[in-house]
């Protein structure tokens, strides 16, 4: 049924295509917008801060103790986490030597149908981006097998860990010098805040489906 | 956005139906503006409609019979001055899609081009300066849909009500908001129509205007109708009327 | 459950226009819908750059639409994404249920998508015995009211706080009755969060549709969607015909016109691309990914050149914010899924002029649409043109059902206006008989409804033609 429908639609389309139609005119990509890299680090917290994100800058050395203090202050019981990775190793390695006042590292190494209840309970989730816009200002995250899907969305605080050099000008410009079109993965999100909606009267409320603070560590090598 | 002639000696005047039936004075004090720069108005007296109701009603037919009538009327090369914003953009905007499989479409193109509406004209082509005879008033702004949307001349009508000193411009909160008239709509909608003619008249009534301005006459018999059907003391004038009777002190018809 | 009923505009537009409340309601929500977008596309002239590029790759993706297709139909196939064909509505309504059935599953979740809508999905999934819920905040509280969205963007608009708190207290077991808006979002984020682990299959529809990679491009804000896309272990993506661009490069400029126009933000919170189902070693994700594209109409529309336009339409909503008769009658008023001036254009060409035409009449041609269509849709060019077929006995004519509207009484009225207005004496002896009638004219036909609201036109003593002659102004 499926075959015959295209068929139809298809030719339908085709004798569409043969009647003599407007010119076509070749789009005119807008003028591109570049930044410089105190610019964009500028503009992306600045964007992101009036969507409720909340943003640190922070360098190599003192990232992790960020991190901790941030977890500390409330007083979270879990933090889940991608395994075997470069982050992940850090924070088991960093957990180790604290005082075990942190939330219990929960590291998302089975397949959801596993884990599913689990994850529903956990109260963070960190991520590392691939990079960030800074207009508009968002986050670029890549999942893979190592760092899922759902630890930016489930738990109700996401913690996103973000390497400086890798915040581009704009959406336009990550694409190009990054190549996605020659490889997409199975799911790109930009990430400009914690969940919202204005459903309601137009009123502004936070924390809907989506988490309900974003918390983005913007991390500066010198 | 349009390109005006320098020193214009010699323009047409294409009075528009409304005003022929409605709004005569209204189209006398655009010629006598025009004349008093000394530009020689030329009126052909065959002139009718700019064929507009038949072309927005679903009688594009009717609509080209008409207006190519118009067009053979104004055969010489000069511009082509509109008491209405609504017609001129009829006339210089849609003239070109209305005939656009007709072979004379470039001569169309032509006509087109020579088409103003009048306070682009007075402000862009004759640098018009308006001396303020009469006592105080205060007046507020309504813009026609077509001449703010399609012929970009609200800025050039009110300037001319600025250059009037004596005159307190009030702007409506909603000015660009369609009062409803919108030609057959406001016989085929009715409900809605005087919806939106009633929230324009409320708009009115807030600014404190003794009197109501506008360019277009479907817009002026629109609301001042609604104006006195409901006992409303604001009187609504055509731009035009309203400018001679400022700078003589007296009506245009006199 | 739907409350569309075959389309009576005028008694729809009589109840809307004595709800005080609904267009209290829908007047503020729009007066702050249309500010946002004034301040987001400040720039006049870098947005009227940005509205000629929409404008353009619209064209110039559907000068290609069949082969752009073929593009996203390999590419998402060769990426695992399983691609349906449905020619028409239950067509597609039975390719969601196939796909439900083949799982044993009874439990979908929704993300917005106004292709759904125009199936009328839910309660077809309803009486096969599924719940298929809605998820985003706004359609979730009207289909709680068992209604249709009363607009593209934000569906429950028409409703206020306490309308709000009501139907949650009533249809939502255990909820408090609160008129708070962060209350009310806790409310729905926790039931809704108990569906999203529950349910079987997610369901979403599709913003952009990129060929050249094969990925689906959904734009959200609440975590609803990616929710409906990534828990279940199925995802069925729902997008008409019309929603496939080009290029990944595309979206950057589509993007910003859709999200400006809609919500008046520069992004939405969250921007997806889902390009495959779960792969191997991956740990969540479904497991499969379903897309179905629908014609229902779209690819006669296509065939014609004029009407194409109407395909351009990236479903923002901005169209409805500013008309001025949107503001006044709301959405339910139009009788279909698409209401506001896109609706007067598009339900006349899908349902045909008989059912729909009434439509294009309800338009002053303000141009206010036109103004700030992101894409530069010639909205009211083709109001006239849905006109123009009504009366149109042309076999020329493409519109399904043209001519329906034909009668004599007009087509004679129209003629003899022709003969008035092309014989410039007799125009000037009828306008001397009507001024000497003068307020004394028969309330009858267009006069009735004019007078209705307003004073009888006076015909003036003299009409400008006798001024002039007597005047001197030359006549040549």
């Not at chain 2, 005047?13 to 530009?39: E, H, N, R, S």
């Not at chain 2, 307190?168 to 129509?193: M, Y």
């Not at chain 3, 209350?183 to 039931?191: C, F, H, V, Y």
């Not at chain 3, 594209?293 to 690819?299: F, T």
């Amino acid at each position: 049924m499926s075959e015959q429908s295209r068929d139809r639609i298809f030719s339908r389309l085709y004798a569409g295509c043969r009647q003599p139609s407007i010119s076509v005119p070749q789009p005119v990509p807008m003028p591109a917008k570049t930044y410089s890299r105190t610019e964009k680090i500028e503009k992306l917290k600045t964007l992101m801060e009036a969507m409720r994100t909340e943003v640190h800058v922070t360098d190599a050395q003192n990232w992790i103790h960020k991190l901790e203090e941030i977890l500390r202050k409330r007083k979270l019981k879990s933090l889940v986490y991608p395994p075997q990775t470069t982050l992940g190793d850090t924070l088991e390695s960093q957990w180790k030597n604290s005082a075990g006042d942190l939330p219990q590292l929960i590291p998302y190494e089975k397949e959801i149908e596993g884990f599913k209840d689990q994850l529903f309970n956990i109260d963070a989730g960190i991520t590392t981006t691939a990079g960030a816009i800074a207009d508009p200002g968002a986050l670029i995250l890549w999942p893979s097998k190592k760092e899922p899907r759902l630890i930016s969305l489930v738990p109700s605080i996401h913690i996103a860990v973000l390497q400086a050099e890798k915040i581009y000008s704009s959406f336009l410009e990550v694409m190009q010098k990054e190549n996605w079109s020659a490889k997409m993965p199975t799911n790109v999100v930009l990430i400009s805040g914690p969940s919202k909606t204005a459903d309601i009267e137009m009123t502004l409320a936070f924390g809907v489906h989506g988490p309900k603070e974003l918390i983005v560590l913007v991390v500066e090598e010198y | 956005m349009h390109t005006y002639p320098e020193n214009p000696q010699k323009v047409y005047y294409f009075g528009t139906c409304l005003v022929d039936m409605f709004y005569p004075g209204a189209g006398m004090a655009g010629i006598k503006l025009l004349q008093q720069k000394g530009v020689k108005v030329i009126f052909p007296s065959q002139q009718t409609c700019c064929g507009q109701p038949a072309y927005n009603s679903g009688f594009p037919d009717e609509a080209r019979t008409v207006a190519r009538k118009q067009i053979e009327l104004f055969s010489e090369d000069y511009p082509i001055v509109v008491p209405s914003g609504s017609c001129a953009g009829m006339m210089r905007h849609h003239y070109p899609k209305l005939f656009e499989n007709d072979p004379r479409i470039d001569q169309i193109k032509k006509f087109s081009e020579r088409i103003f509406e009048l306070s682009e004209f007075l402000v862009h082509a004759l640098n018009i300066q308006l001396e303020d005879q009469g006592p105080p008033i205060k007046v507020t702004w309504h813009s026609s849909c077509h001449a703010l949307r399609e012929m970009g001349v609200t800025e050039d009508s009110k300037s001319l009500i600025r250059q009037l000193k004596n005159v307190e411009l009030v702007e409506l909160q909603r000015e660009h908001d369609c009062c409803g008239f919108g030609g057959t709509f406001a016989v085929k909608q009715p409900a809605i129509s005087a919806a939106m003619v009633k929230d324009k008249t409320e708009d009115i009534r807030k600014t404190g205007a003794t009197r109501l301005i506008t360019g277009d006459c479907g817009c002026l018999m629109n609301i001042s109708g609604a104006m006195q059907y409901d006992k409303t003391s604001i009187s609504g004038q055509h731009l035009a009327e309203f400018i001679w009777e400022r700078i003589n002190d007296e009506p245009s018809t006199a | 459950m739907t409350n569309l009923q075959p389309l009576d505009f005028e008694k729809n537009v009589a109840r809307a226009l004595k709800d005080k409340q609904l267009i209290k309601n829908i007047k503020s929500a729009m007066d702050t819908l249309v500010l946002k977008r004034k301040n987001i596309f400040s720039n006049t002239a870098e947005t009227e750059q940005l509205r000629v590029l929409g404008n353009s790759t619209k064209t110039n993706a559907l000068s290609k639409l069949p082969e752009l297709l073929e593009r996203l139909e390999k590419k998402c196939t060769q990426n695992g994404i399983k691609v349906h064909w449905a020619e028409t509505i239950p067509e597609a309504n039975q390719l969601v249920l196939d796909i439900m059935k083949s799982h044993q599953a009874t439990r979908l979740v929704k993300g917005k998508s106004m292709v759904s809508e125009e199936m009328e999905l839910n309660a077809y999934l309803q009486k096969n015995g599924i719940e298929a819920l809605e998820t985003d905040l706004g359609e979730f509280i009207i289909q709680l009211n068992h209604e249709t969205p009363a607009h593209i963007i934000v569906p429950a608009i028409h409703k206020n706080k306490d309308q709000i708190s009501k139907i949650f207290h009533d249809n939502i077991p255990d909820a408090p009755y609160t008129e708070n808006v962060d209350e009310l979002n806790a409310i729905a984020r926790k039931t809704l969060r108990h569906k999203f682990k529950q349910a079987d299959v997610g369901l979403s529809g599709v913003n952009f549709a990129v060929a050249e990679t094969g990925t689906l491009c959904l734009v959200e804000n609440e975590g609803n969607g990616r929710m409906c896309t990534t828990v279940p272990g199925v995802h069925i993506a729902l997008m008409g015909l019309e929603k496939v661009v080009e290029k990944l490069e595309d979206l950057p400029p589509m993007l910003r016109l859709l999200i400006g126009s809609a919500t008046g933000q520069l992004i939405t919170t969250y921007v997806n691309m889902i390009t495959s189902p779960r792969k191997e070693g991956e740990k969540d994700g479904p497991k499969e990914v379903h897309l179905i594209i629908l014609d229902n109409g779209r690819s006669k529309i296509f065939a014609d050149p004029q009407r194409r336009k109407t395909l351009y339409c990236i479903r923002c909503g901005t169209c409805l914010s500013h008309c001025p008769v949107y503001n006044r009658i709301g959405g339910h008023a139009y009788g279909y899924i698409y209401p506001g001036p896109i609706g007067k254009i598009l339900n006349p060409q899908v349902e045909g002029l008989e059912a729909a035409g009434v439509l294009a009449t309800a338009s002053s041609l303000c141009n206010a649409c036109e103004e700030v269509c992101p894409v530069k849709i010639p909205i009211p060019e083709l109001i006239r043109r849905i006109r123009n077929e009504s009366y149109s006995k042309d076999p020329a004519s493409t519109v399904e059902g043209h001519g329906y509207k034909s009668n004599w009484i007009e087509s004679l009225v129209w003629k003899i206006w022709t003969f008035i207005n092309t014989s410039p004496r007799i125009n000037a002896a009828g306008i001397k008989v009507l001024a000497a009638l003068g307020l004394k004219l028969p309330k009858a036909g267009p006069l009735k409804q004019w007078t209705r609201y307003r004073s009888t036109p006076e015909f003036a003593p003299q009409s400008l033609h006798e001024l002039v002659k007597q005047n001197g102004v030359h006549n040549e």
